[in-house]
């Protein structure tokens, strides 16, 4: 007794400054940073600190008033009537200890309390020395006099641990009964209070104490159900919870416990994308379709609404993943022909067998349906993905010029020199990632003007780049307008299906090599939707097209962003003609075809190879054409190819070559070159002009 009353004494002269309640809480960080959307709702948590488990903090009115009755009855039956330090208990407790084996201690919520808040305090394996429970002493009056009662019972469940790493009651009541703190009942009030005295006891050990605190409080339930919930809360993972509706985000901007950070994402969206594809991935599981990812751009901003990764079932981000791009880059190619006034959408393609000689082999291009459709106007090749007419319009725009356009709208993943690819490229022989594809397909829907996409709002953005303008206005609307033809998509996918919405929208599907990738990329005159479905892992999948892989997931998407306002065409910028056309013969029905201006033409007449006017179709003017340094040189060469050439000559720098009725090899050599088509009487017919960059090996 003397040692309570030196203790009293000496407590009462401390000049101890505790810390401030407000201080506490502001100080408090929770182990998880949380993910907000656009309108600052949470939409996902991401855990940051490992080293412990803590939920966001919790007022002491959000607290089942069952769990402060149970903590009190537990802990510290007198905690309204004492000054922070319950003298009578400890005085109990000293006399007890002198003659039990276990020692008993006295420790009040508001002792407990003052050793959460300094590490100084907390003891060590061997218990508290004499000096730290002089120092708690002090803390816990300092503490009772500064706060409030209800200040500092809220604080302690809080801070302190229940089991394992949870900590706080937030956590402790999502961890072990799935619910918040609010919900808890009395059973499980007494289980956490039981916890805190042994948070590492066994569930026996747990449930015994809280059978007893059971009874004390008398309380209906029986021990047996009490041992029940005990061991039902043991076993239960700890804070599991639903589906993460945008995990990749999280990871990507989430990197400070206790933060909030607010996307560009729409929370809404985003769980309805995630969704969609999870239904429609399960309807394709019997055709080996188990993976997919969706992305969403805002065409003005450039702000991506919904990001969806994968469909939930692993940490591969499939927006970000580069996959084979299939028919997708087509537009691009097309846009780039109607550029260079090398093609019109009126202007007649031979969908008909190629064979073109590369030095790897011959290369055959193919249609999807494996079946040739004849001449065909620009505007179905591409409405209808058909392979051969884009190897042809490749082969006019020139190799190197489309890969340099490819990387111009942002597709960084081209990381190869155009000849790698061939003109497999026209058939997207090359890898992409679906943000920067569907990015990509933005600049088409903002008139060829390139901007960044972000998943930060531009008021936290450190800088945003202006736009910048990489695609001619007037090609991107032809293209556009091409993308969004129902007529002229037709021929290969027929008029009714799930590119076909109510509203204006501009559409591409791509199923890459063996039906490993399958794409669906469009916009409206707001939005930008991108999605992909495969496997993660590179198997085929089985019998999957362009409108039943990735496109219902494109429509649904389309639809929900579109259900209160139509989309509308956009606008014909300056430059653009309408032009009523005839087809002679009618390998097309005539009808009002978009033109640049100054390439309009009523007629568009089918001419018999013999009388066409003669050209150089490869290389265009002013190609450029790159040195592959992989290529053994002994093999490398540039093909010539001419229309109507029979009974012409090639001429390279002034030297004669040969005849050009078939395609010329030729050996490249760096520099600036004058390719001519010459006739019987050395004329020159047709030129070009091109370059060719790279170190050419000496000739042995």
Same mark, same amino acid.
């Given at each position: 007794?003397?040692?309570?009353?030196?203790?009293?004494?000496?407590?009462?002269?401390?000049?101890?400054?505790?810390?401030?309640?407000?201080?506490?809480?502001?100080?408090?960080?929770?182990?998880?940073?949380?993910?907000?959307?656009?309108?600052?709702?949470?939409?996902?948590?991401?855990?940051?600190?490992?080293?412990?488990?803590?939920?966001?903090?919790?007022?002491?009115?959000?607290?089942?008033?069952?769990?402060?009755?149970?903590? +009190?009855?537990?802990?510290?039956?007198?905690?309204?009537?004492?000054?922070?330090?319950?003298?009578?208990?400890?005085?109990?407790?000293?006399?007890?200890?002198?003659?039990?084996?276990?020692?008993?201690?006295?420790?009040?919520?508001?002792?407990?309390?003052?050793?959460?808040?300094?590490?100084?305090?907390?003891?060590?394996?061997?218990?508290?020395?004499?000096?730290?429970?002089?120092?708690?002493?002090?803390?816990?009056?300092?503490?009772?006099?500064?706060?409030?009662?209800?200040?500092?019972?809220?604080?302690?469940?809080?801070?302190?641990?229940?089991?394992?790493?949870?900590?706080?009651?937030?956590?402790?009541?999502?961890?072990?009964?799935?619910?918040?703190?609010? &919900?808890?009942?009395?059973?499980?009030?007494?289980?956490?209070?039981? +916890?805190?005295?042994?948070?590492?006891?066994?569930?026996?050990?747990?449930?015994?104490?809280?059978?007893?605190?059971?009874?004390?409080?008398?309380?209906?339930?029986?021990?047996?159900?009490?041992?029940?919930?005990?061991?039902?809360?043991?076993?239960?993972?700890?804070?599991?919870?639903?589906?993460?509706?945008?995990?990749?985000?999280?990871?990507?901007?989430?990197?400070?416990?206790?933060?909030?950070?607010?996307?560009?994402?729409?929370?809404?969206?985003?769980?309805?994308?995630?969704?969609?594809?999870?239904?429609?991935?399960?309807?394709?599981?019997?055709?080996?379709?188990?993976?997919?990812?969706?992305?969403?751009?805002?065409?003005?901003?450039?702000?991506?609404?919904?990001?969806?990764?994968?469909?939930?079932?692993?940490?591969?981000?499939?927006?970000?993943?580069?996959?084979?791009?299939?028919?997708?880059?087509?537009?691009?190619?097309?846009?780039?022909?109607?550029?260079?006034?090398?093609?019109?959408?009126?202007?007649?393609?031979?969908?008909?067998?190629?064979?073109?000689?590369?030095?790897?082999?011959?290369?055959?291009?193919?249609?999807?349906?494996?079946?040739?459709?004849?001449?065909?106007?620009?505007?179905?090749?591409?409405?209808?993905?058909?392979?051969?007419?884009?190897?042809?319009?490749?082969? !006019?725009?020139?190799?190197?010029?489309?890969?340099?356009?490819?990387?111009?709208?942002?597709?960084?993943?081209? !990381?190869?020199?155009?000849?790698?690819?061939?003109?497999?490229?026209?058939?997207?022989?090359?890898?992409?990632?679906?943000?920067?594809?569907?990015?990509?397909?933005?600049?088409?829907?903002?008139?060829?003007?390139?901007?960044?996409?972000?998943?930060?709002?531009? !008021?936290?953005?450190?800088?945003?780049?202006?736009?910048?303008?990489?695609?001619?206005?007037? /090609?991107?609307?032809?293209?556009?307008?091409?993308?969004?033809?129902?007529?002229?998509?037709?021929?290969?996918?027929?008029?009714?299906?799930?590119?076909?919405?109510?509203?204006?929208? /501009?559409?591409?599907?791509?199923?890459?090599?063996?039906?490993?990738?399958?794409?669906?990329?469009?916009?409206?005159?707001?939005?930008?939707?991108?999605?992909?479905?495969?496997?993660?892992?590179?198997?085929?999948?089985?019998?999957?097209? &362009?409108?039943?892989?990735?496109?219902?997931?494109?429509?649904?998407?389309?639809?929900?962003?579109?259900?209160?306002?139509?989309?509308?065409?956009?606008?014909?910028? /300056? &430059?653009?003609?309408?032009?009523?056309?005839?087809?002679?013969?009618?390998?097309?029905?005539?009808?009002?075809?978009?033109?640049?201006?100054? !390439?309009?033409?009523?007629?568009?007449?089918?001419?018999?190879? /013999?009388?066409?006017?003669?050209?150089?179709?490869?290389?265009?003017?002013?190609?450029?054409?790159?040195?592959?340094?992989?290529?053994?040189?002994?093999?490398?060469?540039?093909?010539?190819?001419?229309?109507?050439?029979?009974?012409?000559?090639?001429?390279?720098?002034?030297?004669?070559?040969?005849?050009?009725?078939?395609?010329?090899?030729?050996?490249?050599?760096?520099?600036?070159?004058?390719?001519?088509?010459?006739?019987?009487?050395?004329?020159?017919?047709?030129?070009?002009?091109?370059?060719?960059?790279?170190?050419?090996?000496?000739?042995?």
């Amino acid at each position: 007794m003397r040692l309570i009353v030196l203790l009293l004494a000496l407590a009462g002269t401390a000049a101890h400054a505790a810390p401030t309640f407000e201080a506490v809480r502001a100080a408090y960080r929770s182990s998880e940073a949380q993910l907000l959307d656009r309108h600052g709702e949470p939409i996902q948590s991401l855990r940051i600190d490992m080293t412990v488990r803590r939920l966001p903090w919790v007022a002491l009115n959000d607290i089942s008033p069952a769990l402060p009755a149970a903590v +009190l009855q537990a802990e510290d039956q007198r905690f309204y009537e004492h000054g922070g330090v319950d003298w009578s208990a400890a005085a109990k407790a000293a006399w007890d200890n002198l003659f039990r084996t276990r020692p008993r201690g006295a420790s009040t919520i508001t002792m407990q309390l003052a050793a959460l808040l300094d590490p100084a305090l907390q003891p060590s394996a061997k218990g508290r020395n004499w000096g730290q429970k002089w120092d708690q002493v002090k803390a816990a009056r300092e503490l009772d006099a500064q706060w409030s009662k209800q200040q500092i019972m809220e604080a302690y469940l809080n801070l302190v641990s229940y089991r394992g790493e949870l900590q706080g009651v937030g956590a402790a009541a999502r961890g072990m009964f799935g619910k918040a703190p609010s &919900g808890l009942d009395l059973s499980e009030s007494v289980i956490l209070a039981a +916890l805190l005295r042994a948070p590492a006891a066994q569930h026996k050990a747990v449930a015994q104490r809280a059978c007893g605190l059971a009874h004390e409080l008398q309380l209906p339930s029986t021990c047996s159900e009490i041992q029940l919930r005990v061991v039902v809360a043991f076993s239960r993972p700890q804070l599991a919870g639903n589906l993460a509706p945008a995990p990749q985000v999280a990871q990507r901007l989430l990197a400070r416990g206790g933060a909030a950070v607010r996307s560009t994402l729409d929370g809404d969206l985003q769980r309805y994308a995630q969704t969609m594809l999870r239904q429609h991935l399960a309807a394709l599981q019997g055709r080996n379709v188990n993976d997919g990812a969706v992305i969403v751009l805002d065409n003005a901003s450039g702000e991506i609404l919904a990001y969806v990764g994968n469909a939930g079932g692993g940490e591969v981000d499939g927006v970000t993943a580069p996959r084979q791009a299939g028919s997708t880059l087509k537009p691009f190619l097309y846009e780039l022909a109607l550029e260079r006034k090398q093609l019109t959408a009126a202007s007649l393609m031979d969908d008909a067998a190629l064979d073109i000689s590369t030095p790897s082999g011959m290369y055959a291009p193919q249609n999807y349906d494996k079946d040739f459709k004849g001449y065909v106007s620009a505007r179905t090749s591409l409405a209808s993905s058909l392979n051969v007419p884009a190897v042809r319009a490749l082969m !006019t725009t020139g190799l190197e010029r489309f890969h340099e356009r490819l990387r111009e709208v942002g597709l960084s993943t081209l !990381t190869q020199p155009a000849e790698y690819y061939g003109y497999s490229l026209a058939l997207g022989s090359a890898e992409v990632s679906l943000l920067e594809l569907a990015n990509a397909y933005r600049v088409l829907a903002n008139g060829g003007m390139y901007g960044e996409a972000r998943l930060v709002p531009s !008021t936290a953005a450190a800088s945003v780049a202006a736009p910048q303008r990489v695609l001619d206005a007037r /090609a991107s609307f032809i293209v556009g307008d091409i993308l969004a033809d129902r007529a002229a998509r037709s021929v290969t996918f027929g008029l009714k299906n799930e590119l076909a919405t109510t509203f204006w929208a /501009a559409v591409k599907t791509g199923t890459s090599k063996d039906m490993r990738d399958n794409w669906c990329i469009g916009y409206s005159d707001r939005y930008t939707v991108g999605v992909w479905v495969g496997n993660f892992d590179g198997q085929s999948m089985w019998d999957v097209s &362009g409108v039943t892989g990735a496109a219902p997931v494109w429509r649904d998407v389309m639809d929900y962003l579109h259900r209160g306002h139509p989309s509308h065409a956009p606008k014909p910028p /300056a &430059g653009v003609v309408r032009q009523q056309i005839v087809y002679q013969p009618e390998v097309e029905p005539k009808r009002s075809e978009w033109f640049i201006a100054g !390439t309009e033409s009523p007629v568009i007449a089918l001419v018999e190879d /013999a009388r066409r006017v003669p050209k150089i179709v490869y290389p265009g003017e002013d190609a450029i054409i790159a040195i592959d340094p992989d290529i053994p040189d002994s093999i490398q060469r540039v093909f010539f190819l001419a229309q109507a050439g029979q009974g012409l000559s090639w001429q390279l720098d002034g030297e004669a070559l040969g005849q050009a009725g078939t395609n010329y090899a030729w050996r490249p050599v760096p520099g600036r070159h004058q390719l001519a088509l010459i006739d019987a009487n050395d004329k020159a017919i047709a030129t070009t002009r091109f370059q060719v960059r790279g170190i050419a090996k000496p000739v042995e």
